[in-house]
């Protein structure tokens, strides 16, 4: 009885002591994500994207990625480990659109899926999923893939910047849910 008190007095002790410390250092909740935030990297997203993906226009996507940018990739790997090696591949993505080597794309966000947080001191956090549709000349878009995305933004001189890019998920149409 006396062992069953001296351990039960130990663990009294001890929560005592914990939540002591656990006011002494409390946890906080990471910050709230302002609206203004949700539109600014909004609208740098469909800035990117509509240079990058859908129009092709590597003049408009020079400046919208990191000198440092990483992009990540479940089927390929790491595609790219600086911004300047991103842009020379859209462009090639761009030449081979032009010559029939790759079939013109868009992508579509999935807007009700998009999360966007803010990393303290540095930028945000964007997750969500989008569709990629491959556009046959003359023939209507066809759904190709849907995919799931994690962007590292990064404000830089006022203005936002990709920063690190994860792509997975990617599933076929035939597999992927509309």
């Given at each position: ?57 590597v003049q408009a996507s020079q400046g919208l990625v990191t000198d440092d940018f990483e992009f990540f990739h479940d ?104």
């Open positions: 009885m006396q062992k069953l008190l001296g351990v039960l007095l130990f663990f009294a002790i001890l929560s005592a002591t914990l939540v002591a410390r656990a006011e002494e250092y409390p946890v906080v909740a990471g910050p709230t994500t302002p609206e203004s935030l949700i539109e600014e990297i909004s609208a740098a997203d469909h800035q990117l994207f509509k240079a990058v993906f859908n129009d092709c226009d089927k390929w790997g790491k595609t790219a480990d600086s911004g300047a090696e991103f842009l020379n591949s859209i462009r090639d993505m761009c030449e081979g659109r032009k010559t029939g080597r790759n079939v013109p794309a868009r992508r579509e966000l999935i807007a009700d899926s998009v999360k966007i947080f803010p990393l303290n001191n540095f930028g945000a956090i964007q997750t969500g999923t989008h569709k990629f549709y491959g556009l046959p000349p003359g023939k209507a878009p066809v759904l190709r893939e849907t995919g799931q995305f994690t962007h590292v933004w990064q404000k830089v001189s006022g203005q936002w910047k990709l920063a690190r890019v994860l792509s997975y998920d990617h599933q076929p149409a035939a597999e992927s849910s509309e």
